[in-house]
């Protein structure tokens, strides 16, 4: 395939997949639909997946190189090219939405020169459970039996026991520190 | 394109076993510079050391339509996996949540008696206020925060990412 024919392939998903996110996240809050902000980053992976493969067929088509082998292997290439463009477009939001480093920074954004007694409580340790709790239950991770929370899925715990063997792979500390280990308050 | 895929997963794997090999033998704090170089820098010697030694021909290096999608592949895989490098030592709280309630299966928990041993004020917020000072966006002088230069364009980048986006300025953290 030419240079130039998969230059235009490969940028078009990684060009796309952000505008396609603000728009799918304007168009659900327009249409009323609850979809969440980060899911919309998802469903945009899919879409640049789309336009992605339909730009390489095109151009490979019209090269004349298209065949069953190159066919499939094209697909499980931009499946493979797309899923990362979707995990870091999806990163980089749920940095901007969820990452406590930066929930800090935006609150002493808001009043800067805010007393650290005044910043600590506004965002601590019974904030961040509030607000991880309705995400999760947006995810169905968990769900609501009663006033009693339940596990509603398993990918989060899933993901968090590959990271756990990651990390002991490469010998970082499997857990964090906990309150009644000896080394908690120096950690 | 079978063959652009197989040559990108196999340079992020190679680049992936120097990681293990050294962080087995010494694991270094400042991941943010040790893994671009074992994932970018590293290859681009080894296929410079490569062409030099006449094992691989010229000609593959000056023709980027040989090159180009094993490299993006590579670059793209090895993007993420920085990324989340992050997530391997920063501890997720809604994996902690999670874990506190199936150890409660299956009755559940409480909301009000949902205690996770790991969430400590200094491990939530302490910790991240000293990143944050460590890494130039905030100061902390006589009890007060304030943002520094570098903090106000992260600060303005942040919420002018997410005005774009179409989601309120802050997220809940």
């Given at each position: 395939?030419?240079?130039?024919h998969?230059?235009?392939?490969?940028?078009i998903?990684?060009?796309?997949?952000?505008?396609?996110?603000?728009?799918?996240?304007?168009?659900?809050?327009?249409?009323?639909?609850?979809?969440?902000?980060?899911?919309?980053?998802?469903?945009?992976?899919?879409?640049?997946?789309?336009a992605?493969?339909?730009?390489w067929?095109?151009?490979?088509s019209r090269?004349?190189?298209?065949?069953?082998?190159e066919l499939?292997?094209?697909?499980?290439?931009?499946?493979a090219?797309c899923?990362?463009?979707?995990?870091?477009?999806w990163?980089?939001?749920?940095?901007?939405?969820?990452?406590?480093?930066?929930?800090?920074?935006?609150?002493?954004g808001?009043?800067?020169g805010?007393?650290?007694?005044?910043?600590?409580?506004?965002y601590n340790?019974?904030?961040?459970?509030?607000?991880?709790?309705?995400r999760?239950l947006?995810?169905?991770?968990?769900?609501?039996?009663?006033?009693?929370?339940?596990?509603?899925g398993?990918?989060v715990?899933?993901?968090?026991?590959?990271?756990?063997?990651?990390r002991?792979l490469?010998?970082?500390?499997?857990?964090?520190?906990?309150?009644?280990?000896?080394?908690?308050?120096?950690? | 394109?079978?063959?652009?895929?197989?040559?990108?997963?196999?340079?992020?794997?190679?680049?992936?076993?120097?990681?293990?090999?050294?962080?087995?033998i010494?694991?270094?704090?400042?991941?943010?510079?040790?893994l671009?170089?074992?994932?970018?820098a590293?290859?681009?010697?080894?296929?410079?050391?490569?062409?030099?030694?006449?094992?691989?021909?010229r000609?593959?290096l000056?023709?980027?339509?040989?090159?180009?999608?094993?490299?993006?592949?590579?670059?793209?895989?090895?993007?993420?996996?920085t990324?989340?490098?992050?997530?391997?030592?920063e501890?997720?709280?809604?994996?902690e949540?999670?874990?506190?309630v199936?150890?409660?299966?299956?009755e559940?928990?409480?909301?009000d008696?949902?205690?996770?041993?790991s969430f400590t004020?200094?491990?939530?917020?302490?910790?991240?206020?000293?990143?944050?000072?460590?890494?130039?966006?905030?100061?902390?002088?006589?009890?007060?925060v304030?943002?520094?230069?570098?903090?106000?364009?992260?600060?303005?980048?942040?919420r002018?990412?997410r005005?774009?986006?179409?989601?309120?300025e802050?997220?809940?953290?």
């Open positions: 395939m030419p240079l130039l998969q230059i235009v392939a490969l940028l998903p990684v060009v796309a997949i952000w505008p396609l996110t603000s728009l799918l996240v304007r168009f659900n809050r327009y249409t009323g639909r609850r979809v969440s902000p980060q899911a919309a980053c998802f469903h945009a992976g899919i879409l640049a997946f789309g992605g493969v339909a730009t067929l095109f151009l490979a090269a004349g190189t298209l065949n069953a082998g499939l292997g094209g697909l499980a290439y931009f499946f090219y899923t990362c463009c979707t995990f870091l477009n990163f980089v939001f749920a940095v901007s939405d969820t990452s406590m480093h930066v929930h800090l920074m935006v609150e002493v808001r009043e800067d805010i007393a650290l007694n005044e910043l600590q409580r506004r340790k019974r904030i961040i459970i509030q607000a991880r709790i309705p999760l947006e995810l169905g991770q968990l769900r609501l039996n009663g006033d009693r929370l339940v596990l509603g398993r990918w715990l899933a993901g968090a026991e590959a990271a756990r063997l990651m002991i490469l010998s970082i500390p499997p857990q964090p520190v906990q309150e009644d280990s000896p080394s908690h308050g120096r950690a | 394109m079978l063959r652009a895929l197989f040559f990108g997963i196999a340079a992020f794997t190679a680049c992936w076993l120097v990681h293990l090999i050294a962080w087995r010494h694991r270094p704090q400042g991941y943010l510079l040790w671009p170089a074992i994932f970018v590293l290859p681009l010697l080894a296929l410079s050391a490569l062409a030099l030694g006449g094992v691989l021909p000609e593959v000056h023709s980027p339509e040989h090159w180009l999608a094993p490299a993006m592949l590579h670059l793209l895989i090895s993007a993420c996996y990324c989340s490098y992050a997530g391997l030592t501890y997720s709280p809604s994996a949540i999670l874990k506190v199936r150890d409660h299966m299956p559940g928990i409480a909301i008696n949902l205690h996770v041993k004020e200094h491990s939530l917020t302490g910790k991240r206020l000293d990143d944050l000072v460590i890494s130039g966006i905030i100061d902390i002088r006589e009890g007060r304030w943002l520094t230069a570098a903090g106000h364009r992260a600060n303005g980048m942040c002018n990412y005005k774009l986006t179409g989601v309120s802050c997220g809940a953290g």
